[in-house]
């Protein structure tokens, strides 16, 4: 049965005014196939139809629920989503417009729609609703989530990423954050039609990549650093080995030999957890040309340095920042955390000859994803950074235009030929 967009409203609307009725409707198509055999995890979606539409119209019968026609079509695929899918949201997931679902407790669930938020009319009866999607979206993964544990974060089968806050921390209801995955990667020229960057700034961007030069991309939440990660990969030679080491898998580089990595977080006795830190010490043992990590959020940042400085060039990473300078001022911090205990213009020079490129993404006020800034890292001098800013955004001209000395110094094309 495919779905409807508009019909999903409407059946929504219903459900929030019927969810009683809903709620026991459910409990008996369990009981029914259960009673009667019928495992709805080995069944095709067709069959199971046809026995849940038998169901519910014994249903409609017993009770003398009123409703017509299109209201009992709703019905029939509202509980395929209850007992297959996830339920009040198995819609938004067919959606391709939809790239964030926010849920905010049991009452409100918005989306994200081309950089933008949306609320929706998806309700769900209660918090006990909310929280039985979430199970089966958690089944999968094998991942803890109740009163004692009441925070998770995890990859769907579909590779969407999934964050969850429940009680006793999250007040108003159960709390979801879903970054759906694409299907299919935005390729660079895509990226290009869509303002991400100009034909310049995509021009000197391949040509870094293929001389492996050492990337770092900064940006906020949501602007679009993976994105952008994924792209640069497909600038990257074919027999070249690419390893990947990420918190929650999203990376989907288009390379024919890329090996996947993924932590695990420690198990309900608290054992067994596997830090991206002890990832990257082992992945160096593993004859990697180029090291990329997805995020670089704690102490496995002096290990990717280090591989960075010790002939893995071309290796990327993205990090959370404001600005260039700010992710060069986190990089500090985060070395801090592993109880680095050497001087700072030390520490500065290290940084300085393991990256070569600063990479800026922002999220603009009409909700455009570009790159706003690439920067030169050039040396540590008398203990200071120096940057060479080499393109530019300007808001106010809404056109990408080359930083005030039009050209790339001499310096730079010199790193070029030696690379």
Same mark, same amino acid.
């Given at each position: ?130 929280m039985r999607v979430l199970q089966r979206m958690l089944a999968p993964t094998g991942r803890r989530l109740d009163e004692s544990s009441p925070m998770v974060d995890a990859r769907l089968s579909d590779g969407s990423r999934l964050n969850a ?20 990667? !935005? &390729?660079?020229? +895509?990226? $290009? ?9 995509? @021009?000197? #961007? *391949? ?120 992710? !060069? &001022?986190?990089? +500090?911090? $985060? ?9 700072? @213009?030390? #520490? *500065? ?71």
């Amino acid at each position: 049965m495919s779905l409807n967009p508009h019909r999903v409203q409407f059946r929504l609307r219903e459900g929030q005014e019927r969810g009683p009725y809903r709620v026991h409707l459910h409990r008996f198509l369990i009981e029914q196939l259960e009673q009667r055999g019928i495992d709805s995890l080995e069944l095709d979606r067709e069959v199971l139809t046809a026995h849940v539409t038998g169901l519910i119209d014994e249903y409609i019968a017993r009770e003398t629920v009123g409703v017509n026609v299109s209201e009992r079509e709703c019905l029939i695929e509202d509980m395929i989503n209850e007992i297959l899918g996830y339920g009040p949201l198995e819609a938004l997931f067919h959606d391709p417009s939809v790239t964030d679902i926010l849920v905010n407790g049991p009452y409100r669930v918005v989306v994200e729609r081309h950089g933008k938020l949306q609320d929706t009319d998806i309700r769900f009866v209660d918090s006990q609703h909310v929280m039985r999607v979430l199970q089966r979206m958690l089944a999968p993964t094998g991942r803890r989530l109740d009163e004692s544990s009441p925070m998770v974060d995890a990859r769907l089968s579909d590779g969407s990423r999934l964050n969850a806050i429940i009680s006793p921390l999250a007040l108003d209801g159960p709390d979801i954050s879903i970054r759906k995955a694409r299907r299919e990667q !935005l &390729s660079t020229g +895509e990226l $290009l039609t869509n303002g991400a960057f100009n034909p310049d700034m995509l @021009s000197f #961007l *391949r040509r870094a990549v293929e001389c492996r030069m050492n990337i770092l991309v900064s940006g906020g939440t949501g602007t679009g650093k993976t994105t952008l990660l994924n792209a640069l990969g497909q600038f990257i030679e074919a027999d070249q080995r690419l390893i990947t080491i990420e918190d929650t898998a999203e990376l989907q580089l288009d390379h024919p030999h890329v090996v996947t990595l993924e932590t695990r977080p420690p198990n309900a006795e608290g054992q067994g957890e596997v830090s991206a830190r002890d990832i990257v010490r082992n992945v160096l043992r593993m004859r990697p040309d180029r090291v990329v990590v997805g995020e670089v959020r704690g102490v496995e940042v002096m290990d990717l340095l280090q591989a960075m400085n010790t002939g893995h060039d071309g290796s990327m990473s993205t990090l959370h920042a404001n600005s260039p300078a700010d992710a !060069l &001022s986190r990089l +500090e911090m $985060l070395v801090g955390f592993t109880g680095y205990l050497g001087a700072e @213009s030390t #520490l *500065r020079e290290m940084i300085a000859s393991a990256l070569d490129l600063l990479v800026h993404v922002s999220r603009t006020r009409d909700g455009t994803r570009r790159v706003t800034s690439i920067q030169e890292l050039v040396e540590c001098r008398d203990g200071n950074y120096v940057l060479n800013q080499l393109f530019t955004w300007e808001a106010s001209s809404r056109e990408y235009r080359r930083a005030a000395n039009g050209v790339f110094n001499r310096k730079m094309s010199q790193r070029w030929e030696h690379r």
